[in-house]
């Protein structure tokens, strides 16, 4: 079996079962560490290949809610605007987090639709919430 040499004299094809055979006959032999760093890495590495993707496809429902937005506010649809502006500032929290650059432009917009729409007060605290992640963003 481990000779290499198959009918004829021919080279012989080692197949995987060969290759358990000579490591011992089980799948223990493959259990080393370098072997499982590897799996580990592959892991990870898909792991963050499909989370860059459904990341992705986040910013991209969130870019599309905000083409509705711009379309909404010149139609003077300010309040549906505000809502689905509101919509997009929370995928976006979502997938970056509260103190992304990317969430600072979804506040701007939602902060600017209740301050057309003579909604200051309620404009305030998204642009104190601004101000805090510019801060950040500085430091």
């Not at 003077?76 to 505000?82: H, L, N, S, V």
């Not at 432009?105 to 992640?133: C, D, H, M, N, W």
Request: some cysteine.
């Amino acid at each position: 079996m481990g000779d290499g040499v198959g009918f004829g004299g021919k080279p012989r094809q080692l197949t995987f079962d060969d290759a358990i055979a000579e490591r011992g006959g089980g799948m223990a032999g493959w259990r080393t560490a370098p072997h499982l760093a590897m799996i580990l890495v592959a892991g990870l590495v898909c792991g963050i290949v499909f989370a860059s993707t459904a990341h992705s496809q986040k910013n991209d429902d969130a870019a599309a809610l905000d083409a509705e937005v711009i379309r909404l506010y010149r139609a003077g649809k300010y309040a549906e605007a505000t809502e689905i502006a509101k919509r997009s500032l929370a995928i976006r929290e979502k997938a970056l987090g509260p103190d992304h650059p990317d969430v600072a432009t979804s506040l701007i917009s939602v902060a600017g639709l209740y301050r057309v729409q003579g909604r200051v007060a309620e404009a305030v605290p998204f642009y104190k919430r601004i101000l805090t992640i510019r801060d950040k963003a500085r430091t």
